[in-house]
């Protein structure tokens, strides 16, 4: 989400930069496109998974031998 986040940072810089009009719209809409995917993943995160049964589903941790958390469903 944060490299969205940056990348629409980026593309909106080089829209303002940009002495080409149609570039400038081209780097604006991936922009755009960015943080609206941002916004979406951002929206689902913490949100329970749903089994192939369609029922709820929600994540579960154990530690491994080494100390690492392992997340599986």
Known sequence: M???QET???LERRA???ADPVQAA?????AEKRRRD????RSRLGRPLA???G???APSTRR???GVAEFRM
């Open 16 to 18: 303002r930069n940009s």
């Open 2 to 4: 944060l490299l969205l």
């Open 8 to 10: 629409a940072d980026v």
């Open 64 to 66: 491994t031998g080494n």
């Open 55 to 57: 029922r709820e589903q």
């Open 26 to 30: 081209v780097l604006g809409r991936g």
């Open 38 to 41: 941002a916004d979406s993943l």
């Open 51 to 53: 089994s192939s049964d």
